[in-house]
């Protein structure tokens, strides 16, 4: 029906990541809400999220009618804390999400057993981590599914796109179903199955990913290399902690370089950040804690109040005010761009 790229495409990009199966589709955002979909989240479920990501983790389940239930992060991985999600899970919960941070994968162990012991599944937010691994298994091989983006900023673009990784031939059939209208592939007289919508992917955008795709290799090894230089020089400035590490996750894309300047307050934190764009440095301020924007309380909200979320998660908090990151593409530059970069740190830190 279609073309061969988005084919093409799918067979390489889960092939990469040790998955049967994948689903492009049109971002990152459907591509959450597409597999929470075939993981039964919807009216009545709750799905555990990080309180410390980008909106469309917890959008993408509020979407589809569930509860997201936001968890607190650790102070030094920016990860979702398993201990936090073990206390939120409830008969309700259905799935969990995991978002691996910048490139860095959450504890997988331990929310593998979890989820087990729950009986509930784990979506893998893999926005940040085309590539990433965890203890030498790729993304794909983890035994859940996984939803990436291909949005603007991230590691691969076509200025919008997404995709979704299976294991399981039983949830790529019914995602399948689902993305293309209803429609079995092979239909051609409007057979169509199942209440669905179009969520595919365009050939054009497919072309150009494929060429990324062969290229992404070479990259990781290159920004591995400059964060170790990076985060070096950072830890050396007093009070600059970069975002730290876990041996278990053993290869990192890095999708930001991340650090936090514990202590500070959000208004300095967003000189610091004024002063590296000033300098033509791509820094940002980070998230905002997801229960502290409006959005989120619209919709899928947990019966709680924002004070009682908010105590329970206490780093999400202060990550959100004291958090800087940079463009991957700083990554990418020279090792003296860095040296650069750690200086106007060091001064903006000194200037108090
Ligand atoms: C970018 C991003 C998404 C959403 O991707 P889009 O393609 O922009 O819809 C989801 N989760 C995280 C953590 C992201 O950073």
């Given at each position: 029906?279609?073309g061969?790229?988005?084919?093409?495409?799918?067979?390489?990009?889960?092939?990469?990541?040790?998955?049967h199966?994948?689903?492009?589709v049109t971002?990152?955002?459907?591509?959450?809400?597409?597999?929470?979909?075939?993981l039964?989240a919807?009216p009545?479920t709750?799905?555990i999220?990080?309180a410390?990501?980008?909106?469309s983790?917890?959008?993408?389940a509020?979407?589809?009618?569930?509860?997201?239930?936001?968890?607190?992060?650790?102070?030094?991985?920016?990860?979702?804390?398993?201990?936090?999600t073990?206390?939120?899970?409830t008969p309700?919960t259905?799935?969990?999400?995991?978002v691996?941070?910048?490139?860095l994968m959450?504890?997988m162990?331990?929310?593998?057993?979890?989820?087990?012991?729950?009986?509930?599944?784990?979506?893998q937010?893999?926005?940040?981590?085309?590539?990433?691994?965890?203890r030498g298994?790729?993304?794909?091989e983890?035994?859940?599914?996984?939803?990436?983006?291909?949005?603007?900023?991230?590691?691969?673009?076509a200025?919008?796109?997404?995709?979704v990784?299976?294991l399981?031939?039983d949830?790529y059939?019914?995602?399948f179903?689902?993305?293309?209208?209803?429609?079995?592939?092979t239909?051609r007289n409007?057979?169509?199955q199942?209440?669905?919508?179009?969520?595919?992917?365009?050939?054009?955008?497919?072309?150009?990913l494929?060429a990324?795709?062969?290229r992404?290799d070479?990259q990781?090894?290159?920004?591995?290399?400059?964060?170790?230089l990076?985060?070096?020089?950072?830890?050396q400035?007093p009070?600059?902690?970069?975002?730290g590490?876990?041996?278990?996750?053993?290869?990192?894309p890095?999708?930001?370089?991340?650090f936090?300047?514990?202590?500070?307050?959000?208004e300095r934190?967003?000189?610091?950040v004024?002063?590296l764009?000033?300098?033509?440095i791509p820094?940002?301020?980070g998230?905002?804690a997801?229960?502290?924007t409006?959005?989120?309380?619209e919709?899928g909200?947990?019966?709680?109040?924002?004070?009682?979320?908010?105590?329970?998660c206490?780093?999400a908090?202060?990550i959100?005010?004291?958090?800087?990151?940079?463009?991957?593409?700083?990554?990418?530059?020279?090792e003296?761009?860095?040296?650069d970069?750690a200086a106007?740190?060091a001064?903006?830190v000194?200037?108090g």
């Open positions: 029906m279609g061969s790229e988005v084919d093409s495409f799918e067979r390489e990009f889960a092939g990469y990541h040790g998955a199966h994948a689903l492009a971002n990152g955002t459907h591509a959450l809400e597409l597999a929470l979909q075939v039964g919807g009545g709750e799905v999220v990080p410390f990501t980008f909106i983790s917890s959008q993408a509020q979407r589809i009618g569930a509860v997201a239930v936001p968890v607190d992060v650790d102070p030094e991985t920016y990860n979702i804390d398993a201990t936090a073990a206390e939120a899970i309700r259905r799935v969990i999400m995991p691996h941070m910048a490139g959450a504890d162990d331990a929310l593998d057993k979890l989820a087990s012991d729950a009986g509930v599944r784990i979506l937010d893999a926005a940040h981590a085309h590539g990433a691994r965890w298994k790729r993304v794909g983890l035994g859940s599914i996984a939803a990436f983006s291909f949005q603007n900023g991230k590691l691969m673009t200025g919008e796109g997404g995709a990784l299976f399981d031939p949830d059939e019914k995602a179903l689902h993305h293309s209208c209803g429609r079995p592939r239909d409007y057979h169509h199942v209440a669905g919508t179009n969520m595919r992917m365009n050939e054009f955008s497919a072309a150009v494929r990324q795709l062969g992404l070479g990781i090894e290159l920004r591995e290399q400059r964060w170790r990076l985060s070096q020089l950072l830890a400035i009070g600059v902690r970069p975002q590490g876990d041996a278990r996750a053993d290869r990192n890095h999708y930001m370089a991340m936090r300047l514990p202590g500070w307050s959000e934190r967003n000189l610091l004024d002063r764009v000033d300098a033509g820094a940002f301020a998230f905002r997801i229960y502290r409006a959005a989120f309380w919709t909200a947990p019966e709680e109040s924002v004070d009682a979320v908010a105590k329970r206490p780093n908090d202060a959100s005010q004291d958090c800087v990151w940079l463009h991957h593409r700083t990554l990418l530059a020279s003296q761009a860095l040296t970069t106007i740190v001064d903006q000194a200037a």
